[in-house]
């Protein structure tokens, strides 16, 4: 899908189950290890909403360092678009960050959006998350927005 000399892109198998799950994680902590193993589940049945497609990140050893699922949304923030892929979660390992995996995940999902007949890509970041915001940026993304989500039990 994606590879130079240091990184290689490729879509997640069945086989990465374990990994996915260990990167999933990482990345959201606060979901139970039952609801990710559920959400990866439903994902290789075919069952899942989000994400459509996962892509991981390899390096030239071959060992997955990160990963990206991507959707499709009928609407995101600022975007002008009702068809918009949706980088639902980006994750690298911390000592791999800022050695072009993170931009390897995102060049690979603009080009997965594309091929869905996407013209825009959209993402988001926990407002206090500035290694996030700030990786985004440096990667062409414009913040169009910051949202505080309320709920309330009934």
Known sequence: MYENSRVHIR???AADAQMWLYLRQ???PDTTERQHQAEIAEFYAGQGIAPATVLLAEDKQRQVVGFAELSIRPYAEGCE??????????YVVP?????????ALVEAAAAWGRSQGCTELASDAEAD????QQAHLAL???EVGLVRCFRKTL
């Open 11 to 13: 879509a997640v198998t």
């Open 26 to 28: 990482a990345l959201w």
């Open 81 to 90: 678009t009702q068809r918009v892929a949706y980088l639902e979660g980006w």
């Open 95 to 103: 000592e791999c960050r800022a050695q072009g995996f993170g931009k």
């Open 129 to 132: 998350n500035i290694i996030s």
């Open 140 to 142: 062409g993304f414009q």
